[in-house]
């Protein structure tokens, strides 16, 4: 039988069990409100608000809710004195099993700041008082002085960050250098991540340039190079419009902090203002509510319509200043056409010191890691290293389309091999069950990059171009596309119309008229009549062209099915690489 002191201990043993699981649920909820649910620690508030000389007060009753802090055991209750660690147990029980026994509590030593209190010794006793639901609690307090107020009704946080981003400026004086600058955070404790960073900055600088920098220039370049492409980013996308509470700075510590995480999930490295265009896409995305879902879960996949044009150009203009394409996505089956294929890709990310992004997909988790996938992977890596090419490889369990088009978000470019064309039957026409299976075409649909298509064989040299054009939003971002490389690379341009009931020649002057705009004037114009098709190939074959860009579908996948489709033949016939915009 249990006696009447066991059977107190097991009640306030049940008490802290409770009193844990509520710690627990207010840390995760803190969290993902952005907030903190941390004591304040003493030494950082006096230190930062500039406390002067203290006073003895005595004994009194103190409000329990205006205790926000600790001396010492800051760490071990949360802001509502809650206690966040198992091991407290014995100690919390005692005191709460005091307070049942009549024998009261001693009153608690406490440092009083403006008109809040740090507890000095006691700590548990608030946590038992608090939880008992008491108001006040006897304390015995000394008076700190300090120059700024600090109120009940304040936010201590608040007051700590803004001499903390003080601090930070005083540090590195971006405030002088960059004056229009606004750093201010929420997160009290973060500043050290934007020094920290500020530094590997520097250090990057200086092995780059070959001679030490200023900490003037290192922040003056973290701040231009680092830190402001991704608020271009996160303002263009409009993301802070979600996160009403947080600042532009707060949004970049997150993005810093989840970035290693990503890294670890994908298998590459990323950066940060690739993960501020995901998170915006992602977040729009969830705002298209039950509606949206409904559609995208009950659509095949063959039949989904994947991006809207144009959306892919809207990530890379806001966050890419240098070039539009700077990481590939390299989809690899391991068959031996994927060699020569990679070679190809490899001479064309030579130009720019592009990065690689090698997958491969395999159905299931036991033949990730077997000896075949390691071949892939090592074969991968040698033939990048070899040529100087930044490579890095993951592979994922999942359905090919589905993993590709996830992880294409990543990259600027998604390069797939054709290794296995659409086929053709009775009479040349094109099987519809064969391009409704075809893992090319699902892709051409759905993935929210621009594919470059690499025929068996094909080699990339990218010197003679030919662009169709038939006006459409696809075929815009054709020639946006089209016009970039054509400013950055010297080479031939030729832009082919096809005259339909829908196209006219007024198509062909638009093209010209926009190249005219951007100074290109040395480009080939050609007005053709359909068939489509037929007429593109005709004419990269007059004009030797060794490269095709075009849009994408020009119909809803649905009526594709049925009318068929340009892309269909030219990815057929056209020996070529092939860059497909969307």
Same mark, same amino acid.
């Given at each position: 039988?249990?006696?009447?002191?066991?059977?107190?201990?097991?009640?306030?043993?049940?008490?802290?069990?409770?009193?844990?699981?509520?710690?627990?649920?207010?840390?995760?909820?803190?969290?993902?409100?952005?907030?903190?649910?941390?004591?304040?620690?003493?030494?950082?508030?006096?230190?930062?608000?500039?406390?002067?000389?203290?006073?003895?007060?005595?004994?009194?009753?103190?409000?329990?809710?205006?205790?926000?802090?600790?001396?010492?055991?800051?760490?071990?209750?949360?802001?509502?004195?809650?206690?966040?660690?198992?091991?407290?147990?014995?100690?919390?029980?005692?005191?709460?099993?005091?307070?049942?026994?009549?024998?009261?509590?001693?009153?608690?030593?406490?440092?009083?700041?403006?008109?809040?209190?740090?507890?000095?010794?006691?700590?548990?006793?608030?946590?038992?008082?608090?939880?008992?639901?008491?108001?006040?609690?006897?304390?015995?307090?000394?008076?700190?002085?300090?120059?700024?107020?600090?109120?009940?009704?304040?936010?201590?946080?608040?007051?700590?960050?803004?001499?903390?981003?003080?601090?930070?400026?005083?540090?590195?004086?971006?405030?002088?250098?960059?004056?229009?600058?606004?750093?201010?955070?929420?997160?009290?404790?973060?500043?050290?991540?934007?020094?920290?960073?500020?530094?590997?900055?520097?250090?990057?600088?200086?092995?780059?340039?070959?001679?030490?920098?200023?900490?003037?220039?290192?922040?003056?370049?973290?701040?231009?190079?680092?830190?402001?492409?991704?608020?271009?980013?996160?303002?263009?996308?409009?993301?802070?419009?979600?996160?009403?509470?947080?600042?532009?700075?707060?949004?970049?510590?997150?993005?810093?902090?989840?970035?290693?995480?990503?890294?670890?999930?994908?298998?590459?490295?990323?950066?940060?203002?690739?993960?501020?265009?995901?998170?915006?896409?992602?977040?729009?995305?969830?705002?298209?509510?039950?509606?949206?879902?409904?559609?995208?879960?009950?659509?095949?996949?063959?039949?989904?319509?994947?991006?809207?044009?144009?959306?892919?150009?809207?990530?890379?203009?806001?966050?890419?200043?240098?070039?539009?394409?700077?990481?590939?996505?390299?989809?690899?089956?391991?068959?031996?056409?994927?060699?020569?294929?990679?070679?190809?890709?490899?001479?064309?990310?030579?130009?720019?010191?592009?990065?690689?992004?090698?997958?491969?997909?395999?159905?299931?988790?036991?033949?990730?890691?077997?000896?075949?996938?390691?071949?892939?992977?090592?074969?991968?890596?040698?033939?990048?290293?070899?040529?100087? @090419?930044?490579?890095?490889?993951?592979? #994922?369990?999942?359905?090919?389309? %589905?993993?590709?088009?996830? $992880? *294409?978000?990543? =990259? !600027?470019?998604?390069?797939?091999?054709?290794?296995?064309?659409?086929?053709?039957?009775?009479?040349?026409?094109?099987?519809?069950?064969?391009?409704?299976?075809?893992?090319?075409?699902?892709?051409?649909?759905?993935?929210?990059?621009?594919?470059?298509?690499?025929?068996?064989?094909?080699?990339?040299?990218?010197?003679?171009?030919?662009?169709?054009?038939?006006?459409?939003?696809?075929?815009?971002?054709?020639?946006?596309?089209?016009?970039?490389?054509?400013?950055?690379?010297?080479?031939?341009? @030729?832009?082919?119309?096809?005259?339909? #009931?829908?196209?006219?020649?007024? %198509?062909?002057?638009?093209? $010209? *008229?926009?190249? =005219? !705009?951007?100074?290109?004037?040395?480009?080939?114009?050609?007005?053709?009549?359909?068939?489509?098709?037929?007429?593109?190939?005709?004419?990269?074959?007059?004009?030797?062209?060794?490269?095709?860009?075009?849009?994408?579908?020009?119909?809803?996948?649905?009526?594709?099915?049925?009318?068929?489709?340009?892309?269909?033949?030219?990815?057929?016939?056209?020996?070529?690489?092939?860059?497909?915009?969307?």
């Amino acid at each position: 039988m249990l006696t009447p002191d066991r059977l107190r201990h097991e009640a306030a043993i049940n008490d802290f069990k409770r009193a844990r699981k509520k710690a627990a649920f207010q840390q995760v909820m803190a969290r993902l409100r952005g907030e903190s649910a941390d004591l304040l620690a003493y030494e950082d508030v006096c230190r930062h608000l500039k406390a002067a000389d203290a006073v003895t007060q005595g004994v009194q009753e103190i409000p329990l809710d205006a205790i926000v802090g600790s001396v010492g055991r800051y760490k071990d209750f949360t802001r509502d004195f809650l206690p966040k660690h198992d091991s407290d147990v014995e100690r919390w029980a005692r005191v709460r099993t005091a307070v049942m026994d009549m024998t009261g509590m001693p009153p608690i030593d406490v440092y009083k700041v403006g008109e809040v209190y740090f507890v000095i010794d006691g700590n548990h006793r608030v946590s038992v008082a608090r939880e008992l639901g008491a108001k006040t609690i006897t304390a015995r307090v000394t008076e700190v002085k300090i120059r700024v107020p600090l109120l009940p009704d304040d936010d201590p946080d608040e007051i700590i960050c803004k001499a903390r981003y003080a601090e930070f400026l005083e540090q590195t004086n971006l405030n002088e250098l960059r004056p229009d600058a606004d750093l201010y955070m929420t997160f009290c404790g973060h500043y050290r991540v934007l020094l920290a960073q500020i530094e590997v900055h520097k250090q990057q600088c200086e092995a780059a340039i070959g001679h030490s920098l200023s900490y003037a220039e290192a922040v003056s370049r973290w701040y231009d190079e680092v830190y402001l492409p991704v608020m271009r980013m996160v303002r263009a996308q409009g993301i802070l419009h979600y996160f009403p509470e947080r600042t532009e700075a707060d949004f970049y510590v997150l993005l810093s902090e989840q970035r290693e995480h990503l890294e670890e999930s994908l298998g590459w490295e990323i950066d940060l203002d690739e993960a501020a265009s995901v998170l915006a896409a992602a977040e729009q995305k969830r705002l298209q509510g039950l509606g949206g879902w409904l559609r995208q879960a009950l659509t095949p996949p063959e039949l989904a319509d994947g991006p809207e044009p144009g959306q892919w150009r809207k990530f890379q203009t806001g966050r890419r200043l240098d070039r539009l394409f700077a990481d590939y996505l390299v989809a690899l089956s391991g068959r031996e056409e994927n060699w020569p294929m990679l070679a190809q890709v490899i001479r064309l990310a030579q130009r720019d010191a592009d990065r690689l992004l090698g997958l491969h997909v395999v159905a299931d988790s036991t033949k990730a890691s077997n000896k075949r996938v390691r071949a892939i992977e090592e074969r991968f890596l040698q033939m990048c290293a070899e040529a100087d @090419v930044t490579g890095e490889f993951a592979v #994922e369990v999942g359905e090919v389309v %589905e993993t590709i088009t996830r $992880r *294409a978000v990543w =990259a !600027d470019l998604v390069v797939l091999g054709l290794e296995n064309r659409p086929g053709k039957g009775p009479g040349g026409a094109v099987r519809p069950s064969t391009r409704l299976g075809n893992r090319t075409m699902q892709m051409i649909q759905r993935c929210p990059r621009p594919i470059l298509a690499m025929p068996t064989g094909a080699e990339c040299v990218l010197d003679r171009v030919l662009l169709a054009y038939d006006g459409s939003p696809k075929a815009d971002e054709a020639l946006f596309v089209a016009t970039y490389l054509k400013l950055r690379w010297p080479l031939e341009l @030729v832009v082919v119309t096809v005259e339909t #009931e829908y196209t006219t020649p007024a %198509e062909l002057e638009q093209a $010209r *008229a926009y190249l =005219a !705009d951007y100074g290109i004037t040395d480009v080939t114009l050609v007005l053709r009549q359909k068939p489509i098709a037929q007429a593109v190939l005709d004419t990269a074959v007059t004009h030797q062209s060794n490269f095709l860009i075009m849009g994408g579908f020009g119909f809803r996948p649905v009526k594709h099915l049925v009318l068929g489709s340009t892309v269909d033949d030219i990815l057929r016939h056209f020996p070529h690489p092939m860059l497909i915009c969307r």
